[in-house]
């Protein structure tokens, strides 16, 4: 499925973006989930802090979780990030397309002061 860039879902990209909340989604693929709890004990950072980022994965749809006790279960939505990376393979290939016009302008401009 091709995403024009005008398709692309900030707040997914805004999630994404975080470093803390890129070492949690990597730590519960490696670990098949997590929670609050789990992750904060690999992570720099507090467990209310965790949970605040656990919260916002969820609410755009890349965690998925359910009642474990006294706390929740982290698990990524495996499709929701399978569009994310969609997304960032449609961003990168639009920005090489620029970059390379950018060069060819670049070059032409080059080559008529050479003349």
């Known amino acids: 499925m091709s995403h024009a860039p005008d398709d692309i879902d900030d707040e997914l990209w805004s999630a994404v973006g975080d470093p803390t909340r ?7 693929l490696a670990e098949g989930g997590g929670t609050a709890t789990t992750l904060s004990e690999r992570l720099p950072v507090t467990r209310q802090a965790i949970a605040k980022h656990l919260n ?4 755009v749809g890349l965690v998925r979780s359910t009642a474990l006790g006294r706390e ?6 495996q499709d929701r990030l399978a569009l ?3 997304q ?3 961003v990168t290939a639009a920005w090489d397309a620029r970059l390379h016009r950018i060069k060819r302008i670049a070059e032409t401009i080059q080559r008529s002061q050479e003349d």
């Open 22 to 28: 890129r070492r949690m989604l990597d730590l519960m």
């Open 84 to 86: 994310a990376v969609a």
């Open 56 to 59: 916002l994965l969820e609410r």
């Open 72 to 77: 929740r279960r982290f698990q990524v939505d």
């Open 88 to 90: 960032l393979s449609t």
